[in-house]
């Protein structure tokens, strides 16, 4: 089993910036994809961005140039650093896990708000 705990989530104004972190704890192998998502009120959970254990990366379009993904494989850990934040980036972030012999695993989800 594998546990996701993220953090870093709040209130930030336009323009600001924020840094999301996801610790996994478990049975973690050394092969696998972390990664975010998120999902605004009425609307579908979305693909934010994706890296993988080779370190390839994959952003959507909305976030590229300003969201970063990077991980510290010690630690099992996955961070989402956010730049030039707008408002319709206010959502509930969740981080997630894929690795073979496993559903994916998901956080509970944090709460970010961009508004002045």
């Known amino acids: 089993q594998v546990q996701l705990v993220e953090s870093g989530g709040g209130l930030v104004q336009p323009g600001g910036s924020l840094r999301l972190s996801c610790a996994a704890s478990g049975i973690i192998f050394s092969i696998n994809t972390m990664g975010w998502y998120r999902q605004a009120p009425g609307k579908q959970r979305d693909l934010v961005a994706i890296i993988t254990s080779s370190g390839s990366l994959t952003y959507a379009d909305s976030v590229k140039g300003r969201f970063i993904i990077s991980r510290d494989a010690a630690k099992n850990t996955v961070y989402l650093q956010m730049n030039s934040l707008k408002p319709d980036d206010t959502a509930v972030y969740y981080c997630?896990?894929?690795?073979?012999?496993?559903?994916?695993?998901w956080g509970q989800g944090t709460q970010v708000t961009v508004s002045s």
């Open positions: 997630y896990l894929d690795q073979r012999y496993q559903t994916r695993s």
